[in-house]
């Protein structure tokens, strides 16, 4: 069934006692896409990814995968979708390539033609008859995409898919989660790294104490609802001078002896303000507009949260 | 789910259980050690004083055989393979992996239960087989006198007049004990989800609670709820010696066998329908 939103959540609420652990989540995460989830440990990220797959129920509210009702049409949902909740796991007496015949058996006799392909994809087809128990971290983390991929899923929900992996494996992940979302699936990465998140995703939630507090596509997270310039120049202080008295210049800050830091009002353009020094003879050897990182925008919003509470 | 799927994955759960080398050993050792060991020292018992010790085989050795490999070491064996298979998914976490593979619960469950059998009933039957061996081979003249003849003639299922008939059921009566047994250990180990809290309650009924619970006379008839007295009173051959003499009906003994299937295979199923993964 065609439908704009693969994953899509209305009023999902989940309480473990008298603790709510996820507070009425809205959450629409559009087809084709790398979506990230954000939130400190214990934010409620795995607890909605484990409600949407099945794995415990909610409290409230409603979901839906790929645009089938969960619970309700949840066989047909997860036909074609994988998952890694918080690890991957597998039974270490049997060989890499054993596990995925356990998984293929449970998902159906069309599986089993995909276990060569899926354990080349990931890298390990040389070592696909090794006991699981002889894995490393990096090695169980891609035979789990392995195993994702033999749904041919639609759908990739992945929850902290990196840990254990060192920077060249988190590299490798990161392309292969933009390799999988150019052949038209969706990624849903759960993380707490941000810039993890940052790098490989084009929109993103942040999920602060069990509610949505920030969402929408990555470039929008990340814009500076202050405009920022920094600009480097051989005669600062008479730049501060000038630009002081330039409209839209709400604020300068001497970064160090040549860095200038601006806050700029809506009216600001940075060409005019280059063309200002210019024309007064300063030499400007660096004009940059700051976007801010989702990191400042997570711990924006989430401090936000905390210092309300 | 189809035909194909679900064989498919019976399967994979025996592909499992055969690869846990241990347990398979420990269930081994329980099923062909226990009758090559059982035959061992009666032959070594009978070659050092044949005038003491009768033949190692003979059919009548076979009661005893299928006593050891039902409701005594078979039974141990029985309860560690049911108790691996009931709880191998939920203690490696692979459980998790399982169900969101869209599978429904009930038939993740369902597909223990064949899988131990089949494994209980595999290691039981080559025990069996080499009991059967050792009955002919080690039988002596006067312990097996025409065996051939025996064989295919069905008999009065008592000691001494042993036949064919009472082979077929002997082997009958212990599978369909272990059967039992694996449905009560892949049951519990669903449920607990433990390998350790089953085994320990597991052993400890079939050891100790059994056998302890025959002996109190005053429970009276609800002694024949205990299924080591049920499965007794449908044992051909001799009356098992752990009944203490509580002998049932065929008929309560095949309803209390059946209800202790139901109710562990009914907590089973409901506790992996129910559990968070």
Redesign the interface.
């Known amino acids: 069934m065609a439908c704009d939103h693969i994953i899509e959540t209305v009023d999902l609420t989940k309480r473990f006692g008298e603790r709510v652990a996820v507070d009425h989540v809205t959450l629409r995460v559009p087809r084709g896409s790398a979506f990230g989830f954000l939130g400190h440990n214990g934010a409620g990220k795995t607890t909605t990814i484990r409600m949407l797959l099945g794995l415990t129920r909610s409290d409230g509210g409603t979901m839906a995968l790929r645009g089938l009702p969960v619970p309700e049409r949840r066989a047909e949902a997860l036909a074609r979708v994988g998952a890694i909740v918080e690890e991957p796991h597998f039974h270490g007496q049997l060989t890499g390539r054993e596990n995925m015949r356990v998984l293929a058996a449970v998902r159906g006799p069309e599986t089993f033609a995909r276990i060569d392909g899926a354990l080349a994809r990931v890298g390990l087809a040389e070592r696909a008859d090794e006991k699981v128990a002889r894995y490393s971290q990096g090695m169980r983390q891609r035979l789990g995409v392995a195993r994702c991929l033999l749904s041919d899923p639609e759908l990739l929900v992945l929850d902290e898919p990196t840990n254990g992996l060192d920077p060249a494996g988190i590299l490798e992940f990161r392309q292969m989660i933009r390799s999988l979302v150019a052949e038209g699936r969706t990624v849903f990465l759960s993380s707490h790294l941000l810039d993890e998140v940052e790098k490989a995703c084009d929109a993103a939630a942040i999920i602060d104490g069990g509610r949505i507090v920030a969402s929408g596509p990555i470039a929008e997270l990340t814009r500076s609802r202050h405009s920022e310039l920094v600009i480097v120049c051989d005669a600062p202080e008479r730049a501060v001078e000038l630009l002081l008295g330039a409209p839209g210049v709400l604020a300068i800050e001497r970064a160090s002896s040549e860095l200038l830091r601006l806050r700029l009002g809506g009216a600001a353009a940075a060409s005019d303000l280059n063309r200002r020094l210019v024309l007064a003879g300063i030499g400007v050897s660096r004009l940059e507009p700051v976007h801010e990182s989702l990191e400042q925008r997570f711990l924006e919003v989430t401090s936000r949260l905390e210092a309300v509470a | 789910m189809?035909l194909?799927?679900l064989r498919?994955?019976v399967?994979?759960e025996l592909?499992?259980l055969w690869?846990?080398?241990g347990v398979i050993a420990v269930a081994a050792f329980f099923t062909i050690g226990i009758i090559v060991l059982f035959y061992g020292v009666r032959a070594i018992e009978h070659a050092s004083d044949p005038t003491v010790h009768g033949p190692a085989g003979g059919l009548a050795s076979f009661d005893r055989v299928i006593e050891l490999m039902s409701v005594f070491f078979g039974a141990l064996a029985a309860i560690v393979v049911g108790t691996e298979a009931g709880t191998?998914d939920l203690s490696?976490?692979?459980f998790?992996?399982?169900?969101?593979?869209?599978?429904?619960r009930l038939a993740?469950f369902a597909v223990r239960l064949p899988a131990a059998i089949i494994v209980t009933w595999a290691l039981t039957l080559v025990a069996l087989g080499i009991a059967l061996a050792a009955v002919f081979g080690f039988g002596g003249s006067d312990a097996l006198p025409g065996a051939a003849a025996v064989i295919g003639v069905r008999q009065s299922p008592l000691p001494g007049t042993l036949g064919a008939s009472f082979v077929i059921d002997g082997v009958l009566w212990t599978l369909g004990a272990q059967a039992l047994i694996c449905a009560i250990a892949v049951g519990l180990g669903s449920l607990t989800g433990s390998r350790a809290a089953t085994l320990t309650l597991l052993i400890g009924w079939e050891v100790i609670a059994n056998r302890l619970l025959s002996e109190i006379s005053f429970l009276g008839h609800l002694r024949e709820l205990l299924t080591n007295v049920a499965l007794g009173a449908l044992k051909p051959g001799d009356a098992l010696p752990d009944t203490s003499g509580v002998l049932p009906s065929d008929a309560v003994a095949v309803v209390v066998i059946a209800a202790w299937c139901a109710v562990f295979v009914f907590l089973g199923a409901r506790s992996t329908i129910r559990r968070?993964?």
């Open positions: 189809t194909v799927t498919q994955m399967a994979a592909l499992k690869r846990r080398r191998s490696s976490g692979v998790r992996d399982l169900v969101v593979t869209g599978r429904s993740l968070d993964a």
